[in-house]
């Protein structure tokens, strides 16, 4: 029976193990200080769940138990080479492959002129009041990853998610000035939209 593919919360895992063994408690403790998060959705249940289905496909292995005081006993777990080998080849292909992702946003912005010019502007205009403290936020963290010399090698992930997110902030910025400005024009109520991609270019889009 063939191994199930890791997902992006396995590979958080196993990424923490490559480091050290350790139980699902400190897992958790370290990703949310590594702001892991923003790339991968944590939560207390489908961590345990993960480390579960990663022992039990033989990826990970028990490697101690540990009681402090009256507190639950913890399962210590540590990466196998089974383990190591899938999370070197999983690795590659994340890094390598262009996969087709479906963000929300883009489906908002596809009805923009269903929604009329008063409600989207309103709601661009809040977008951008939440982007802007978003990229504040990244700026003041980055500084203090800066200060405390942190490698750099190590938030590659954050700093892509920072970036993609101040681009997103610009951009949406020329669209809401383009809307404004009537330089990109709502259509009239009732017109159908017509067809951007010639039948000729989603087959080759396909077969790309």
């Known amino acids: ?14 990424e923490l193990l490559h480091e050290k063994p350790m139980h699902p408690y400190e897992m958790a403790a370290l990703m949310r200080e590594r702001y892991v998060d923003i790339r991968v959705n944590v939560k207390a249940g489908s961590l345990y769940h993960t480390v579960e289905r990663l022992h039990r496909h033989g990826f990970i292995e028990i490697v101690d138990t540990q009681r402090d005081g009256k507190r639950p006993e913890r399962t210590v ?46 709601e661009l205009e809040t977008r951008l009041m939440r982007l802007r403290a978003a990229v504040a936020a990244d700026e003041a963290v980055r500084q203090r990853l800066t200060e405390d010399k942190t490698p750099e090698i190590y938030w590659l992930d954050w700093r892509y998610q920072c970036d993609h997110r101040k681009f997103e902030l610009e951009w949406t910025e020329r669209l809401l000035d383009d809307l404004r400005s009537g330089r990109v024009p709502f259509v009239d109520d009732g017109q159908p939209k017509l067809t951007l991609i010639t039948r000729e270019d989603d087959d080759e889009r396909k077969t790309s």
């Open 77 to 122: 777990y540590g990466m196998t080479q089974t383990g190591l080998d899938e999370f070197n080849q999983r690795g590659r292909e994340l890094l390598g492959d262009v996969a087709t992702e479906f963000p929300a946003f883009l489906s908002g912005l596809a009805v923009i002129d269903e929604l009329g010019r008063e409600a989207s502007l309103n």
């Open 1 to 14: 029976m063939a191994s199930p593919k890791l997902t992006t919360l396995g590979i958080a895992v196993l």
